[in-house]
Nanobody
């Protein structure tokens, strides 16, 4: 089992930056690839990006590449989502997730999920 707890969400203004954190506990964290997803009100959960266990490879949704950056610190069992130039359409609940296989953009690629943290971007 891997337990994931997101933090760092909040209310920001258009153009602001925000860094979300995800703390992992349980089984060996470094063996998992980690992903971020988000879900806006009334919409399906969508892929944001992911990072492999070594931090060598990252993969992002095309629409977010360049504004969002994922990193991880295996020594601290943490993964981060740096979000820059935020827009109102970035408003969503953001979830981190852990998967045991290769980098993936589908929800089914991930086994463990956090409870999410709310990000609200005002215009």
């Amino acid at each position: 089992q891997v337990q994931l707890v997101e933090s760092g969400g909040g209310l920001v203004q258009t153009g602001d930056s925000l860094r979300l954190s995800c703390a992992a506990s349980g089984r060996t964290f470094s063996g998992y690839f980690m992903g971020w997803f988000r879900q806006a009100p009334g919409k399906e959960r969508e892929f944001v990006g992911c990072i492999d266990w070594s931090s060598f490879s990252t993969y992002y949704a095309d629409s977010l590449r360049g504004r969002f950056t994922i990193s991880r610190d295996n020594a601290k069992n943490m993964v981060y989502l740096q979000m820059n130039s935020l827009k109102p359409e970035d408003t969503a609940v953001y979830y981190c997730a852990a998967g045991a296989y290769g980098l993936g953009s589908r929800m089914n690629d991930y086994t463990y999920w956090g409870q999410g943290t709310q990000v609200t971007v005002s215009s």
